[in-house]
């Protein structure tokens, strides 16, 4: 696996390429491959959250834990399917807090490209999964990977607002760099198993954007075109 990535995120990441756990990343998708295992999402998505949204254009992130497992799901975004694709539960509980906050209509479908392009990076900790089988590439190094996302965006930034849903991506706010004006939203995960124990009602879209125009920053259009 070369990695083909936008090059601000290159040029901040350079120095991990060559580390031996992302040498170990690389060994483990080569094997997958050579044992015939389907991987997702597809070799050409796996960065897409960065090569959606330049380091100087984040506005704020969204972390999720694991792509999709199902076939067609994953592309690389965290939350997000490719279009054609049902939402999964969880997204539409995310656009039913969304309607729920701003008013916005839930769309019929369940890409999350225009958030992206917008500057909302949607990471997922680890970046790759074996079909079928959840949380299968946790521990093959991606999350020091995305860790290292999490700290250097932080630091180089000032001003973004990161969106923390559930106990998983709540941890992850050790590694936010303190006293750059970085507002840190928490809530549980939308997940029908937990969205009722406060992300219902959290209005983190509205807090988001209340929070840049006080910075005299543009606000993110959360309307999902």
């Known amino acids: 696996m070369s990695v083909k990535l936008e090059e601000s995120w290159l040029k901040l990441l350079a120095d991990q390429f060559e580390q031996p756990y992302f040498k170990q990343i690389k060994a483990k998708l080569l094997q997958e491959h050579a044992e015939h295992h389907v991987v997702y999402p597809p070799g050409p998505q796996i960065f ?9 254009k984040v506005k704020a992130v969204i972390i999720g834990q694991d792509p999709y497992h199902n076939p067609g799901q994953a592309h690389g975004l965290c939350f997000s399917v490719p279009f054609g694709i049902e939402p999964p539960p969880s997204l539409i509980n995310i656009f039913q807090e969304l309607h729920d906050d701003l008013g916005i209509t839930p769309p019929p479908h369940g890409n999350l490209e225009g958030w992206a392009h917008q500057g909302i990076l949607l990471l997922n900790a680890s970046l790759t999964v074996r079909a079928h089988m959840a949380a299968s590439h946790a ?3 991606w999350q020091q990977f995305t860790d290292t996302i999490i700290q250097r965006l932080s630091q180089v930034r000032e001003n973004l607002v990161f969106l923390l849903w559930g106990s998983f991506a709540i941890k992850k706010q050790v590694l936010i760099a303190p006293n750059r004006g970085h507002l840190i939203l928490t809530a549980p995960h939308p997940s029908p198993l937990s969205a009722y124990r406060g ?6 879209f509205s807090k988001a954007n209340a929070y840049l125009v006080s910075k005299g920053l543009e606000p993110i259009d959360w309307s999902i075109k």
């Open 199 to 204: 992300f219902f009602g959290c209005k983190h």
């Open 48 to 56: 897409a959250a960065l090569d959606y949204c330049p380091v100087d």
């Open 139 to 141: 521990g093959i190094g």
